[in-house]
């Protein structure tokens, strides 16, 4: 609806904006540096809201915490929508101008009074409607998200639900005003910016358009075929299928990474063939036939890397790669030559200026450029201009040729999280990153910090009590897929009924084996922030155990 991701304000405008809602998202802990000049705009008079099942760090900062039951995004978002409209806050002149099928979303959203949301969501109705008017009157205000609305079933309607709401008030195309969705780790947003997607080419060019297609099969002498490829769990569903029996995986460990982990080693182990590149003997390299070791891309590459305000900057070889690793380039351009297509020995530069050459939203982006001004934001179309910092500024156009297509509202329902909770598996399990980790740990896990805590199971102090535990007694945390050892950590943070683990340590423990693979249809995306657990005392001093 919006694109191909990034925010579409920059850092500095979220310094000198007038109230910022973080939904989703622990920023304190997974982008301290974008909390960082978050925390430049509180100071400087921002209000800050913060929806999270967890009370979290960044939930300390705030003016107010909304914490709501786990999978209950889209109703809390509906009803801040519904007050918005009954309260006569709608920017209806922006509206009426650059959207389309508000009828239709007003329709969804009026069964979500304050009340049923209420009783749906956890929150009280006098936070929602604070958040509403707060959100609707401010004059300039940024909606952020994370993997908090985005590792769910209905990941792509959570988010959509968050873009009503910057339509309803006008609050996206405007310096100040944007929606920012923070990307997970370091040039993410640059992997799509490549083409790292299925249905797209570089620049976010839709691979269906004929004239797209064109530019791409005369520079590559080829001709491109117009279809879709698959995401990471389709492809993983074709594995199962037998349809799907070579994969060739660069910088990726979906072995530890992905949900019921177990289920994706068995898929992996099954492959007439596994090659992985990358820089780490991860657990998934150990299952390859073959391992391509590969230059670590910040400090032994050139290259390029886009954060997550669209911001594209130079990255330059600091180092040279241990002995037998290879710098990505070099290794895919052997791989070419040997299956036919000869590349040469295209530098960094080289293969940049073809990317600007085919994409125009890095046209003005060269290294002479790029350096100078260390870094330019997307779209860059010209080497004569720079465009405004923030996206979508079209819509604000009187001129309709100039505005363009309207922004659209989209309808989004509410359904509870797949894994249901019942007698057997009573507590909801959500998870999620800590300041000093990521992910599985590949990158961060070896390092020794003194501030670390071990995984554990965090419980909030209600529960541990209703089970007899104390901090550091391993118990047993059972899903319906899997069940691991892990001690108890008690988190005054946690309401009663959520638990919460980290995955950094999947040695320790496999948080993933215990996760659902139960999937956004559209983003691929796996629900492991909703999974029903039990968790159990152990045989003996509670000391011992076994992972599962």
């Known amino acids: 609806m919006f694109g191909a991701g990034g925010g579409t304000s920059s850092y500095r405008e979220i310094e000198e904006t007038d109230l910022i809602i973080l939904w989703g998202s622990n920023a304190r802990e997974t982008h301290p540096i974008f909390f960082h000049h978050l925390l430049k705009g509180v100071h400087n008079g921002a209000r800050l809201f913060v929806v999270d099942p967890r009370r979290t760090g960044s939930a300390e900062w705030a003016d107010g915490w909304l914490g709501l039951n786990v999978g209950t995004d889209i109703p809390l978002a509906n009803a801040v929508a519904r007050e918005i409209i009954h309260a006569e806050l709608v920017n209806e002149a922006f509206v009426g101008r650059a959207t389309t099928g508000f009828a239709e979303l007003a329709a969804a959203v009026e069964p979500w009074t304050l009340e049923a949301a209420e009783r749906e969501t956890g929150v009280p ?34 988010v959509r639900a968050l873009i009503n709401l910057s339509l309803l008030t006008g609050h996206v195309g405007r310096y100040g005003s944007g929606l920012n969705p923070l990307r997970g780790q370091n040039n993410v947003q640059g992997g799509g910016d490549m083409g790292a997607i299925p249905n797209r080419l570089p620049g976010f060019q839709d691979i269906l358009d004929p004239a797209v297609r064109a530019r791409f099969g005369a520079a590559y002498g080829r001709e491109i075929q117009p279809r879709y ?25 979906p072995a530890q990474s992905e949900a ?10 099954d492959l007439d063939h596994l090659v992985v590149q990358d820089i780490f003997l991860t657990r998934t390299a150990r299952l390859a036939d073959v391992v391509l070791p590969a230059s670590a891309a910040w400090c032994e590459s050139e290259g390029t890397v886009t954060n997550s305000e669209r911001r594209v900057q130079r990255v330059r070889k600091a180092l040279d790669p241990p002995g037998g690793a290879r710098d990505d380039i070099a290794i895919m351009s052997d791989l070419a030559r040997r299956l036919g297509c000869d590349w040469g020995a295209p530098s960094a530069e080289e293969i940049w ?88 740990g590949v990158q961060s896990g070896a390092i020794a910090l003194p501030a670390r805590r071990e ?14 535990l104390v901090p550091g007694e391993r118990v047993l945390v059972s899903s319906r897929r899997a069940s691991v050892t892990a001690p108890v950590a008690v988190d005054p943070a946690l309401r009663p009924g959520l638990a ?31 999974t029903a657990i039990r968790v159990e005392r152990l045989p003996g001093d509670g000391t011992t155990g076994r992972d599962g």
């Open 260 to 269: 019921d982990s177990a289920h994706t080693v068995k898929r992996l182990s």
């Open 455 to 468: 995984a554990a199971i965090e419980l909030s102090p209600e529960d541990a009590e209703r089970l007899g």
């Open 353 to 440: 200026d073809e990317v600007r050459s085919l994409s125009p939203i890095f046209a003005g982006m060269s290294y002479r450029r790029l350096e100078e001004l260390q870094g330019i934001q997307w779209p860059c179309f010209s080497e004569d201009r720079l465009e405004p910092p923030y996206l979508h500024g079209r819509l604000w156009e009187t001129d309709p040729e100039r505005r363009g297509a309207p922004a659209p509202f989209a309808v989004s329902r509410h359904r509870l999280p797949v894994d249901v909770l019942d007698q057997d598996f009573p507590l909801r399990l959500t998870t999620g990153r800590r300041l000093d980790s990521y992910n599985t």
């Open 229 to 253: 490829g698959m995401h990471l769990t389709q492809m993983l569903e074709a594995m199962d299928r037998r349809e799907l029996t070579t994969a060739y995986c660069v910088g990726e460990n």
């Open 500 to 530: 919460f683990m980290i995955p950094h340590f999947p040695d320790q423990v496999d948080t993933n084996s215990l996760t659902i693979e139960a999937t956004d249809p559209i983003a691929g995306t796996a629900e492991y922030k909703a």
């Open 125 to 158: 109705a006098a936070a929602i409607r604070e958040l509403a008017h707060a959100y609707a009157r401010a004059d300039r205000a940024q909606l952020c998200w994370t993997l908090g609305i985005t590792e769910h079933h209905n990941a792509t309607d959570n």
